[in-house]
């Protein structure tokens, strides 16, 4: 069978899509006449009824179930790869998917590290989603944690983020060495995943005392005097990682891994002993003993 075209793949997702071949074609902005022939022209390529078609309603069947979700998935990696293409004419630009106060600290270190002639530019994404942002194409590389999402990425693990608590200074809890969840979770501002604004918003929403919340390590880098970090006992920490789609291996990108992965290590040789850390020359291969992909 002759591979099947973009063009014909795009045409059934806005059929099934919208299960009407007259809002179809409106959609894709052509006539409802030749949809329809498309339509069937493509149940004969392939050999299966994709639609059930009445005079009063248009449905999927099992197969059109299946080839709608395929179609999805072919038709965003196609945008994804298109996106990629474009960002590689633009010399050594590397666009990194971020949530917002997370590895403020190693970020930094990255940003300062590759900030030299002839280093590629780094372009900062803000975004929930950095998973997402990998799969689209919009992001090249993300720091994430280790508990999101990461089907179809490559990943090499980097910091381990210890959970604190952010506090009001004039908190009850403040001047404690650590907290509890248990005494947390008795704070009737006490928040158990956070809200999503940024991290400015969250820092001032606890100065204000209208939020308690825990957070990573990291974001204690940021708080004012009005604010305090506590850490918290009974909860385990979040490995942060950092995360590509494993078609993608530009040169700005490994060069990228491997300055991110050294800094990490500087960083935890600065928290621990020496002996401690795990020995890796600086000619190891990327996230050598830590790199992996995942899905």
């Keep these: 069978m002759d591979r099947l075209e973009t063009r014909q793949l795009a045409y059934f997702v806005a059929v099934a899509e919208e299960l009407h071949f007259g809002r179809a074609a409106e959609r894709l902005g052509i006539a409802a006449p030749p949809l329809s022939r498309a339509i069937s022209q493509l149940?004969?390529?392939?050999?299966?009824?994709?639609?059930?078609?009445?005079?009063?309603?248009?449905?999927?069947?099992?197969?059109?179930?299946?080839?709608?979700a395929e179609s999805r998935t072919v038709l965003a990696a196609l945008d994804a790869t298109v996106r990629r293409v474009q960002r590689a004419d633009r010399a050594a630009r590397l666009v990194v998917a971020v949530r917002s106060g997370s590895g403020t600290g190693l970020l930094l270190d990255l940003v300062q590290a590759l900030d030299r002639p002839g280093a590629e530019e780094i372009d900062i994404l803000f975004t929930d989603d950095q998973a997402a942002a990998l799969r689209d194409g919009t992001a090249d590389v993300g720091l994430l944690c280790a508990g999101d999402d990461l089907a179809g990425l490559s990943t090499a693990d980097l910091l381990r983020e210890e959970p604190v608590a952010l506090l009001p200074a004039d908190h009850r809890l403040s001047g404690r060495s650590t907290v509890t969840l248990a005494e947390l979770r008795a704070d009737p501002v006490f928040s158990p995943s956070g809200p999503q604004p940024s991290l400015n918003a969250i820092v001032d929403l606890v100065a204000l005392g209208r939020l308690v919340v825990v957070v990573g390590h990291s974001s204690a880098d940021r708080l004012g005097r009005a604010v305090v970090a506590v850490p918290v006992t009974g909860l385990p920490g979040t490995m942060l990682v950092l995360a590509w789609h494993h078609r993608h291996r530009s040169p700005a990108l490994v060069s990228f891994i491997r300055t991110a992965t050294r800094l990490a290590a500087d960083r935890l040789a600065a928290d621990r002993p020496a002996a401690t850390v795990p020995n890796r020359p600086d000619n190891a291969p990327v996230g050598e003993g830590r790199s992996r992909r995942v899905g």
């Design 43 to 68: 149940e004969r390529r392939i050999g299966v009824r994709l639609l059930e078609r009445t005079s009063r309603r248009v449905c999927l069947t099992a197969p059109g179930e299946v080839l709608l």
